[in-house]
T-cell receptor, first 111, second 113 residues
Framework: NAGVTQTPKFRVLKTGQSMTLLCAQD?????MYWYRQDPGMGLRLIHY???????AKGEVPDGYNVSRLKKQNFLLGLESAAPSQTSVYFC??????????FGDGTRLSIL | QQQVKQSPQSLIVQKGGISIINCAYENTAFDYFPWYQQFPGKGPALLIA?????SEKKEGRFTISFNKSAKQFSLHIMDSQPGDSATYFC????????????FGKGTHLIIQP
């Protein structure tokens, strides 16, 4: 999807490892979001940001941390990965709520 | 606690037919109701959205019908085409703040040629 880029696209981790997912948007949007998508569950909000330097918890924040040091970037971190965090992660951005533009996702498997 | 309930889970429609997907919500503070289309390996893409001050919105072959008193809204796809085969999500947002969207669990739609 144009404007929101997620890296990496795929990743396999071992339990206990850490990693950071990067979301970058080039639309100068204020709002950025991280969702996870699990089979049969729809998308659930992990964390979001309403501007540079701000973050807030969503519906399922446990086990994740985020940072928004630059307006265009929103990072999602897993400090100690667990198998329950195997999912597809989507980043989204918008100029105002709610999120409008989604990236194509990061597929994360934790063994 | 699921605040947006979507049905059916899967749907098969013949080419040229009408596809209908339904959603019901609980939170009366919701004030924005979008539908998203998702193809395999891609992120959700905004398809059409409605606010509670209108009962219907049409964009091309896609129509949202909204019933505020029943707290229900639905997506109708007229003249369904094989290219419409995808997963569709309803969602809701509102009540102030920037807490994103609450999604339904999705409907896997297959349009048979």
């Amino acid at each position: 999807n144009a404007g929101v880029t997620q890296t990496p696209k795929f990743r396999v981790l071992k339990t206990g490892q850490s990693m950071t997912l990067l979301c970058a948007q080039d639309m100068n949007h204020e709002y950025m979001y991280w969702y996870r998508q699990d089979p049969g569950m729809g998308l659930r909000l992990i964390h979001y940001s309403v501007g540079e330097g701000t973050t807030a918890k969503g519906e399922v924040p446990d086990g994740y941390n985020v940072s928004r040091l630059k307006k265009q970037n929103f990072l999602l971190g897993l400090e100690s990965a667990a198998p329950s965090q195997t999912s597809v992660y989507f980043c989204a951005s918008s100029q105002a709520r709610p999120p409008q533009h989604f990236g194509d996702g990061t597929r994360l498997s934790i063994l | 606690q699921q605040q947006v309930k979507q049905s059916p889970q899967s749907l098969i429609v013949q080419k040229g037919g009408i596809s209908i997907i339904n959603c019901a919500y609980e939170n009366t503070a919701f004030d924005y109701f979008p539908w998203y289309q998702q193809f395999p390996g891609k992120g959700p893409a905004l398809l059409i959205a409605i606010r509670p001050d209108v009962s219907e919105k049409k964009e091309g072959r896609f129509t949202i019908s909204f019933n505020k008193s029943a707290k229900q809204f639905s997506l109708h796809i007229m003249d369904s085409q094989p290219g419409d085969s995808a997963t569709y999500f309803c969602a809701a947002s509102g009540g102030g703040g920037a807490d994103g969207l609450t999604f339904g669990k999705g409907t896997h739609l297959i349009i048979q040629p």
